[in-house]
């Protein structure tokens, strides 16, 4: 009751003529922002930190958190139209928008996502007023055999889920950790992967890898075929989710939170991995697996969901234990740091009126983002119809100035160009690319929490598996490699039926189902590309 009371006060606060005002500034600078490739929500808010030194605190965070979640919502348009996400956590939304965009479904995709994002932010945010203190106290008590075993459980997930080869998955993977390793040993300070250059020893930017991959290298792969397709407009297709839509997308927009809440919650959470594990789920529950990979609006629906709710579970981490678990949190703990406040245990007894006015904020950012996006999806959508040689060259310039904007450093524009080139190399040959982006992300991470847990076990490999919740999550990874072999033999056991071809391969794409290869490209297209 102290908590709804609370919240009541916030609403007061956050309902104000002025605080409204700044909550549409950010919703509507979010989107606009996130919607030019390479420019995410914490790139957005820190390019408009220095607009509000003139604004109070609490008009200042409020606008934040519009910008926050209009950020995700307009990365996750690009990634449906374009396929280029604005930021790591629309990765995901591409590998099932992208088809359902070139096949004319590109409204219902953006609706569906509008809508999966309001959903997962609001159950989001109610879970945070309802258990932060709750889950707090129980991310306070992960240690690092725990984060380790959760990023592995990421790794396995994705690779195993994408493209037609887990060789090819794996391969992707290791090229992303690979670029993760560039740049400064975090425990002993030796350069590894520099080649000498001063510039590369703070390692190699996920955005700028993110960029280079995604919007690079499609925008080189479209160049590389443009001669050989024929240039005709995509169709736009209908503003509305139809009622077919809707019985397939409601259940993975209430799914979403489940899964991406506790991940946003705890310490070494973000929007990541749960959207990951978002679509792995979404992809098994799913009455058509046929369209995974051509267009299932499930695959959108559920990670969009779970990323908005991943969104509202940062705060847990950020406000009670000032611990940010993504980079738009610690642009935001800089934020806080800047009007002299210090995120922690005691802010909401010390500053009550910002924490409650910012949480009561994103209720009212969240029904704006949907009140201004959902309208205008069908605009959104009509980027399809501009001539693809304006559109990726446009692309090519706000990625390069995305990229530009991360360090100011001219070798950065080398780096995109070098990682752009071998975007176009894995797409040539059939390697996802998420499991590249999953590893430059995570890869890190997962090496320092692997260290520490092997010093605090002085060195024992026992101390991987040493508590409760990592063992829990090793069970579930060796279900998931030891998943398509049982269901193989089951296979056999079972008699063949009439209609049985005696392979769990399709009639038509290689690699069995049509899946994506990772970068929104069915097999039939990659087939027509080969003609």
Do not use: C
Not at 422 to 427: D, F, K, P, S, V
Request: zero cysteines; hydrophobic letters at 50%; proline letters at 7%.
């Amino acid at each position: 009751m102290e908590s709804l009371s609370s919240l009541l006060d916030g609403f007061g606060t956050a309902l104000t003529p002025l605080n409204l005002l700044w909550a549409a500034v950010g919703v509507l600078l979010g989107t606009a922002i996130g919607v030019l490739p390479g420019i995410g929500p914490a790139m957005a808010v820190a390019l408009l930190l220095p607009v509000t030194y003139g604004l109070d605190p609490i008009g200042a965070f409020i606008m934040f958190a519009g910008i926050y979640y209009g950020g995700m919502f307009g990365g996750s348009t690009t990634s449906i139209l374009l396929n280029t996400p604005g930021e790591s956590a629309a990765v995901v939304t591409a590998i099932e928008g992208n088809p359902m965009a070139k096949s004319g479904r590109g409204s219902q995709a953006l609706a569906a996502a509008a809508v999966g994002h309001f959903a997962g932010g609001m159950i989001g945010t109610i879970l945070l007023v309802a258990l932060a203190p709750t889950v707090a106290s129980l991310a306070v008590d992960i240690g690092a055999p725990d984060y380790f075993a959760i990023m592995v459980l990421a790794f396995i997930a994705v690779t195993s889920v994408l493209g037609s080869s887990r060789i090819r998955g794996f391969a992707a993977l290791l090229i992303g950790l690979t670029l993760g390793l560039v740049g400064l040993d975090q425990m002993t300070g030796q350069q590894r992967l520099t080649f000498g250059s001063l510039q590369l020893s703070d390692g190699i930017d996920v955005v700028i890898v993110a960029v280079g991959l995604f919007a690079i290298g499609e925008a080189l792969w479209v160049a590389a075929r443009l001669r050989h397709t024929s240039g005709e407009s995509i169709p736009v297709g209908r503003p509305w989710l139809d009622r077919s839509d809707l019985r397939r997308t409601w259940k993975p927009w209430l799914r979403g939170p489940a899964i991406g809440f506790p991940f946003g919650a705890i310490p070494a959470g973000g929007a990541e991995i749960p959207t990951f594990l978002s679509y792995v789920t979404e992809k098994r529950l799913s009455k058509h697996k046929n369209e995974f990979g051509k267009g299932a609006i499930e695959g959108v629906a559920g990670p969009e969901s779970a990323s908005s709710a991943s969104a509202a579970g940062t705060l847990v981490s950020l406000l009670t234990l000032g611990l940010p678990t993504t980079a738009v949190a610690a642009v935001m703990l800089a934020a806080f740091q800047q009007y002299g406040i210090q995120p922690g245990p005691l802010l909401f007894e010390r500053e009550p009126d910002l924490v409650w006015g910012l949480i009561a904020s994103l209720f009212v950012g969240m029904v704006l983002l949907l009140v201004l996006n959902l309208p205008m999806a069908p605009v959104w959508a009509k980027l399809l119809r501009i001539p693809r040689p304006y559109l990726y060259a446009g692309i090519l310039f706000f990625a390069a100035v995305g990229a530009y904007a991360v360090g100011g450093e001219a070798i950065d524009m080398v780096i995109l160009l070098i990682i752009g080139l071998i975007g176009l190399m894995m797409r040539r040959f059939g390697l996802p690319v998420l499991p590249a982006i999953i590893g430059v992300i995570l890869g890190p991470a997962a090496e320092q929490q692997l260290r520490r847990a092997l010093q605090i076990s002085d060195g024992s490999v026992t101390g991987l598996v040493d508590t409760p919740f990592a063992v829990t999550v090793y069970v579930v990874i060796a279900l998931l490699l030891a998943w398509p072999w049982l269901r193989r033999l089951a296979g056999r056991g079972r008699p063949a039926g009439p209609g049985s071809t005696g392979g769990p391969a399709g009639p038509s794409v290689p690699g069995g189902s049509g899946e994506s290869d990772g970068h929104g490209e069915s097999g039939g297209e990659k087939e027509e590309s080969k003609v």
